[in-house]
Each structure stands twice: as structure tokens, then as C-alpha cells.
């Protein structure tokens, strides 16, 4: 592009960071809930599978924060 821009690049980086930020925020809020839920389940059935399902969210968002770290270091949000 004019000047030396890649704008496709920066376009593609520049959604890449509105879905980070939005999956971010669906993790967050699935923390949020299965924590609350854990703590009012009633039975060690329904506490498990919270903790499972919390777990999980743990996982996800543990995963996107690599993904972001792995993202920046390479100045693209597209894969190689």
C-alpha cells in the first residue's frame, strides 16, 4: 500500500484483536457463572460438573492469552 503499509495486514490484525477481546470477555463471563453456579450446586454431581465446566473456561481463556501473547510477538493476526 501507499507508504509502505500492508493494510490487508493490518486489517486482518486489526479483527484478529476485536475477536480476542470478545471471546476474552464470553470466558470471562462463563468464569463468572460456573463459579457462582459451583458455589450454589447443591449435590457433589452438580458441583462436579460445574468444576468441570469451569475448568474448561480456565483452559480457554489461558489459551486466547497465549494465543494474544503468540500474536503480538509476531505482529499478525493471521496463522503462518
Same mark, same amino acid.
Given at each position: ?22 471471546? *476474552?470477555?464470553? %470466558? ?7 463459579? =457462582? ?7 457433589? !454431581? $452438580? ?5 468441570? *465446566?469451569?475448568? %474448561? ?7 486466547? =492469552? ?7 510477538? !509476531? $505482529? ?5
Amino acid at each position: 500500500g501507499q507508504y509502505g503499509v500492508d493494510y490487508v495486514g493490518v486489517a486482518e490484525l486489526m479483527q484478529f484483536n476485536r475477536n480476542l477481546v470478545e471471546a *476474552l470477555k464470553h %470466558e470471562r463471563t462463563g468464569i463468572e457463572f460456573y463459579t =457462582r453456579f459451583l458455589r450454589e450446586a447443591n449435590d457433589e !454431581r $452438580g458441583k462436579s460438573m460445574y468444576r468441570k *465446566l469451569l475448568d %474448561e473456561e480456565i483452559r480457554h481463556l489461558r489459551w486466547w =492469552r497465549r494465543r494474544s501473547r503468540s500474536t503480538r510477538s !509476531r $505482529g499478525s493476526g493471521a496463522d503462518p
